[in-house]
């Protein structure tokens, strides 16, 4: 059987259409991204090699880069531990058979389908009102503004769609296990803890991931909210990539060496989140 | 658990009612500011329109035309329905093809797809534009191309996950039988692989559909999706006319609505096994 797959117009067949539009979209650009990275360039062929000295300069880029990397860094660390917490806790309450527990999950998840941008500007919207109400300014007024707007309007997008994972996730557990550790006398607050905490594991792992990958991405809701006011102190990293390439004549080599960074940052922070969630899994 | 006092029942029933407004608060909010007059929109978003401030349908009729926004949504209807399908036939071909024949090359083509997972859009944003300009991929048929290729990685990882657990013996029968490869892939895989090709399609669909920043550099100056389009209205002009935008905003969140509330079922289904499994 496998012999006959194996033939050649089999392999064209069925491997071909998506391996080409796989090269063309990704892979090239991925490795001429690589090699521009170490470049000086306005257009392709232009392209100078200049070594290591883009990567020199993303790396004391305090006003920039860095600067991004670390206000990415605070969204990030307080969006993915209100998310998860907030997301969880609906979680607990809806994966209770009661009266209307599938209206409120319907409900719930509704925002996650709706696009960043469009989510940047509903929520400017809201925020703004709110902010003029208050202090009479809005949001480009002061950085703490817009880093608490970009937290909330992320929560707002995503604890619908981490609860129905924290949903599955409890409803896997057998009811006997609860059943009996309720015979033997655990309050709520022990199950929690003991049981339910423990063996959700898995759903903990992938919604942690996703939050932590989704904040360091984000692009879309930066720039529709506050687009990186005031004075670049709101840019998140992808923004400054952004930037970097297309607002700024000759720093394109530069750019393309943040994005280097960047995915090596992204990949390494999610290793490094399964990695230790995972080990966590395993000892529970 | 079941003998909840009522006061438990009722507080846990205030907290849900609680959260619902806030979820419903902001979509209601720009509905009701769509029908105000500009000048009110940034000084009193939370009344309601008044005799001073309502203007009807104006922001709808003259927002939408002015950016041509029907063919926005065409143009992203076509591009997230082709997309979708390149996506979920090719890959699904090649997740079985990698899966069926396992050799070097296979393996080598399963890690390169792996790889494309991991690696953030900007990394490859400015390199691809170009390559998409050269091959005149900048239209709205040749980036279904781009879609494919960047969707391949994820898909391809799910599919090869189903494909797995499908027993070979189906195959050897449907091959007995007289069919060729290509016949038995399609008329008897394809349907067993249906749950898994609801998950891929689903969860392609909201990204191509809310994708913002490959749309806009691709193609962004001659076809603007819906996204692209909202972006050029904030922007694209010198001064913002928010109730334009409020008007355009309810009318992008129409076919989102519509589309939930029809597959809603698929959907949170899919998104589970996609996230599981993903």
Same mark, same amino acid.
């Given at each position: 059987m496998q012999k006959l797959y194996a033939k050649k117009k089999y392999f064209i067949i069925f491997t071909l259409p998506c391996l080409l539009a796989y090269f063309i979209s990704f892979f090239i650009p991925f490795v001429m991204g690589l090699y521009l990275s170490l470049t000086k360039f306005k257009t392709i062929r232009g392209a100078r090699f200049v070594g290591l000295s883009n990567y020199k300069f993303v790396f004391r880029d305090f006003k920039g880069f860095l600067q991004a990397l670390v206000f990415t860094s605070k969204v990030s660390i307080v969006a993915v531990i209100l998310v998860n917490v907030i997301a969880f806790a609906l979680a607990l309450i809806l994966s209770k058979q009661f009266r209307g527990t599938n209206l409120f999950r319907t409900l719930f998840f509704m925002p996650n389908l709706i696009g960043g941008i469009i989510l940047g500007y509903i929520w400017q919207l809201l925020l703004n009102g709110i902010l003029i109400r208050l202090y009479g300014v809005d949001i480009t007024y002061d950085a703490r503004f817009g880093y608490w707007g970009i937290i909330i309007l992320y929560s707002w997008q995503k604890i619908g769609y981490l609860m129905i994972i924290y949903i599955a996730g409890i409803q896997a557990i057998s009811g006997d296990i609860l059943e009996a550790s309720a015979i033997d006398g655990a309050s709520s607050w022990q199950q929690l803890w003991r049981i339910i905490i423990p063996n959700v594991g898995g759903s903990i792992t992938v919604c942690l991931f996703l939050s932590l990958t989704d904040t360091f991405k984000m692009y879309d809701q930066n720039l529709a909210l506050t687009g990186g006011a005031p004075a670049n102190q709101t840019k998140m990293l992808a923004m400054d990539i952004y930037d970097t390439y297309y607002n700024r004549v000759g720093f394109a080599g530069i750019g393309q060496a943040k994005a280097v960074v960047f995915t090596v940052l992204v990949f390494a922070l999610g290793m490094l989140q399964l990695f230790i969630t995972r080990k966590f899994e395993v000892k529970s | 658990m079941k003998k909840k006092s009522i006061s438990a029942k009722i507080s846990i029933y205030t907290f849900l009612c609680f959260f619902s407004v806030l979820v419903i608060y902001p979509i209601f909010l720009v509905l009701q500011n769509s029908f105000k007059n500009k000048l009110y929109i940034s000084t009193e978003p939370f009344a309601w329109p008044n005799a001073e401030s309502f203007v009807g349908l104006q922001n709808y009729i003259v927002g939408l035309t002015k950016i041509h926004f029907f063919k926005s949504i065409l143009y992203s209807l076509f591009i997230t329905a082709f997309s979708v399908l390149a996506i979920v036939v090719f890959c699904s071909m090649a997740a079985w093809y990698i899966i069926r024949v396992r050799n070097k090359v296979t393996k080598l083509i399963y890690y390169l797809f792996i790889l494309s997972m991991v690696v953030p859009f900007q990394m490859v944003m400015y390199t691809m534009t170009k390559t998409a300009n050269v091959l005149h991929l900048d239209n709205y048929i040749g980036i279904v191309v781009l879609y494919l290729g960047f969707g391949s990685g994820m898909a391809v990882f799910m599919f090869t996950g189903y494909v797995n #657990?499908?027993?070979?013996e189906l195959e050897e029968a449907a091959m007995i039988d007289g069919c060729n490869p290509f016949n038995m892939f399609f008329l008897v895989l394809f349907p067993v692989m249906k749950p898994i090709v609801i998950s891929v399609a689903i969860l392609d669909a909201m990204w191509v559909w809310n994708d913002f920043l490959l749309p806009y550099l691709v193609i962004g100056t001659k076809y603007r999706t819906i996204p692209v389009a909202i972006q050029y209205l904030k922007s694209g002009?010198? #001064?913002?006319d928010y109730g334009h935008l409020m008007a355009t905003i309810v009318v992008a969140l129409i076919p989102i609505v519509i589309f939930y509330f029809a597959c809603q079922k698929y959907l949170i289904e899919g998104i589970v096994a996609g996230a599981v499994k993903g």
């Amino acid at each position: 059987m496998q012999k006959l797959y194996a033939k050649k117009k089999y392999f064209i067949i069925f491997t071909l259409p998506c391996l080409l539009a796989y090269f063309i979209s990704f892979f090239i650009p991925f490795v001429m991204g690589l090699y521009l990275s170490l470049t000086k360039f306005k257009t392709i062929r232009g392209a100078r090699f200049v070594g290591l000295s883009n990567y020199k300069f993303v790396f004391r880029d305090f006003k920039g880069f860095l600067q991004a990397l670390v206000f990415t860094s605070k969204v990030s660390i307080v969006a993915v531990i209100l998310v998860n917490v907030i997301a969880f806790a609906l979680a607990l309450i809806l994966s209770k058979q009661f009266r209307g527990t599938n209206l409120f999950r319907t409900l719930f998840f509704m925002p996650n389908l709706i696009g960043g941008i469009i989510l940047g500007y509903i929520w400017q919207l809201l925020l703004n009102g709110i902010l003029i109400r208050l202090y009479g300014v809005d949001i480009t007024y002061d950085a703490r503004f817009g880093y608490w707007g970009i937290i909330i309007l992320y929560s707002w997008q995503k604890i619908g769609y981490l609860m129905i994972i924290y949903i599955a996730g409890i409803q896997a557990i057998s009811g006997d296990i609860l059943e009996a550790s309720a015979i033997d006398g655990a309050s709520s607050w022990q199950q929690l803890w003991r049981i339910i905490i423990p063996n959700v594991g898995g759903s903990i792992t992938v919604c942690l991931f996703l939050s932590l990958t989704d904040t360091f991405k984000m692009y879309d809701q930066n720039l529709a909210l506050t687009g990186g006011a005031p004075a670049n102190q709101t840019k998140m990293l992808a923004m400054d990539i952004y930037d970097t390439y297309y607002n700024r004549v000759g720093f394109a080599g530069i750019g393309q060496a943040k994005a280097v960074v960047f995915t090596v940052l992204v990949f390494a922070l999610g290793m490094l989140q399964l990695f230790i969630t995972r080990k966590f899994e395993v000892k529970s | 658990m079941k003998k909840k006092s009522i006061s438990a029942k009722i507080s846990i029933y205030t907290f849900l009612c609680f959260f619902s407004v806030l979820v419903i608060y902001p979509i209601f909010l720009v509905l009701q500011n769509s029908f105000k007059n500009k000048l009110y929109i940034s000084t009193e978003p939370f009344a309601w329109p008044n005799a001073e401030s309502f203007v009807g349908l104006q922001n709808y009729i003259v927002g939408l035309t002015k950016i041509h926004f029907f063919k926005s949504i065409l143009y992203s209807l076509f591009i997230t329905a082709f997309s979708v399908l390149a996506i979920v036939v090719f890959c699904s071909m090649a997740a079985w093809y990698i899966i069926r024949v396992r050799n070097k090359v296979t393996k080598l083509i399963y890690y390169l797809f792996i790889l494309s997972m991991v690696v953030p859009f900007q990394m490859v944003m400015y390199t691809m534009t170009k390559t998409a300009n050269v091959l005149h991929l900048d239209n709205y048929i040749g980036i279904v191309v781009l879609y494919l290729g960047f969707g391949s990685g994820m898909a391809v990882f799910m599919f090869t996950g189903y494909v797995n #657990s499908i027993p070979k013996e189906l195959e050897e029968a449907a091959m007995i039988d007289g069919c060729n490869p290509f016949n038995m892939f399609f008329l008897v895989l394809f349907p067993v692989m249906k749950p898994i090709v609801i998950s891929v399609a689903i969860l392609d669909a909201m990204w191509v559909w809310n994708d913002f920043l490959l749309p806009y550099l691709v193609i962004g100056t001659k076809y603007r999706t819906i996204p692209v389009a909202i972006q050029y209205l904030k922007s694209g002009y010198g #001064s913002v006319d928010y109730g334009h935008l409020m008007a355009t905003i309810v009318v992008a969140l129409i076919p989102i609505v519509i589309f939930y509330f029809a597959c809603q079922k698929y959907l949170i289904e899919g998104i589970v096994a996609g996230a599981v499994k993903g």
